[in-house]
């Protein structure tokens, strides 16, 4: 058996072992690319507020309000999402978690969310986990993932041809040869044709799944470090004061604010016990995850003890923290999430028309051996 045979016997077995499991991945994908779009338009009663030449009213406002709406739940983070957006406190309870959106200028009341009965964060956990418990589904994803980075190498090793003169027949399809042909010259054009994007996409996935992916990201582009030591979190010495203080949580805020008057999309985590640090994060764009810059403040007086802007961090963190922006396009806005959704088609394509040429061929050698 040749090298190319060993490669095709390889690459054969592991897309039918992961082919179902790629097809869910790559679909789930396409479906949560335009969400934040999707749900403007379906959900704009509650997302979208008008703006107003005001400033935002104090986060201690939004938790109160949030205690009165749902008292048995405690909240955990208010964030401001920008200036035609309504506000979010993020509470939970021991049963479930709730996300109440508040308009930031008026206080107003507008909705509460519950992210297990929501039709984007499903989509989002079958991707994950697959709906599975995490420590179980997050394997099977991962292994999957892996699986389907390999095929794209082997599947790059059986395309690439043998002769000059077949290069310009290995980058086109043959529309007007039939069906099986057509489906042949799809799956290996299609496939080449997104495979490093697509590696990208699935490596910045495994980093969800496996914490070993992210820190070898970290460590690559920083020729080495501790990305924990880089994100570790100050402490604080519980004995020298009493208790956490609301009043805290507002002056973190408006510090944040100075800081970084630019910010579009700003949260402020807010205390559960004594000894917790305030973080807050600002990003310079509304509804993208990337580029932040965060602050540690004092739980007792709300004072700066630590700050880490994007520009301070290391190299290999902010590509880490930019992870989320590259697996979803976000980070190149509407262009990147359109080129992702694509990808994401295309790779969901690939076990269909993988099974199809395998199918084809058991089928044909059947009647052979019949004959």
């Given at each position: ?12 077995w ?5 082919g179902?499991?790629?097809?869910i ?6 479906i ?15 997302r ?21 709406i ?13 200036k035609n ?13 709730e ?19 929501d039709?984007?964060i ?62 042949y010259d ?9 495979s ?7 490596i910045?996935?495994?980093?969800f ?5 992210g ?6 582009f ?7 030591l ?7 010495d ?15 805020f ?8 630019k910010?579009e ?27 932040q ?7 007792s ?55 199809i040429?395998?199918?084809g ?11």
């Amino acid at each position: 058996m040749g090298f190319k045979q060993k490669i095709r016997f390889l690459h054969k077995w592991l897309g039918l072992i992961s082919g179902l499991i790629v097809f869910i991945i790559s679909i789930t994908g396409c479906i949560f690319c335009f969400h934040d779009e999707i749900k403007d338009i379906t959900r704009k009663e509650w997302r979208l507020v008008e703006p107003q030449n005001k400033p935002f009213l104090m986060p201690s406002v939004l938790l109160e309000k949030a205690k009165e709406i749902a008292p048995k739940n405690k909240s955990s983070m208010v964030s401001y999402y920008g200036k035609n957006r309504s506000a979010i406190v993020y509470t939970y309870s021991d049963t479930k978690n709730e996300y109440l959106y508040f308009n930031p200028y008026t206080g107003k009341y507008l909705k509460t969310e519950n992210p297990e009965t929501d039709f984007f964060i499903i989509v989002e956990y079958i991707h994950l986990y697959l709906l599975l418990p995490d420590y179980i589904g997050k394997h099977i994803i991962g292994g999957a993932t892996i699986i389907f980075i390999l095929l794209l190498i082997s599947g790059m090793i059986q395309w690439w041809p043998k002769r000059k003169s077949d290069l310009k027949r290995s980058f086109t399809v043959k529309w007007s040869a039939k069906w099986r042909r057509v489906n042949y010259d799809w799956h290996n054009t299609s496939g080449f044709y997104i495979s490093i994007i697509a590696v990208v996409i699935a490596i910045t996935g495994l980093t969800f799944t496996y914490e070993w992916v992210g820190n070898g990201i970290y460590k690559s582009f920083n020729f080495g470090g501790d990305k924990a030591l880089e994100t570790k979190a100050p402490i604080i010495d519980t004995s020298k004061f009493s208790n956490n203080k609301l009043a805290a949580v507002d002056r973190a805020f408006v510090e944040t604010m100075k800081l970084q008057p630019k910010a579009e999309m700003i949260f402020v985590t807010y205390p559960q016990q004594k000894g917790d640090i305030i973080n807050t994060g600002a990003y310079p764009y509304t509804l993208r995850y990337d580029h932040q810059s965060n602050y540690y403040f004092h739980p007792s007086d709300g004072k700066l003890i630590q700050s880490q802007t994007f520009d301070k961090k290391s190299l290999g963190l902010q590509v880490v923290e930019m992870n989320y922006g590259i697996h979803t396009g976000q980070i190149l806005d509407l262009p990147g999430k359109i080129i992702a959704f694509i990808i994401s088609l295309i790779a969901a394509c690939l076990p269909v028309t993988g099974f199809i040429i395998w199918y084809g061929r058991r089928n044909k050698s059947c009647k052979k051996i019949k004959a």
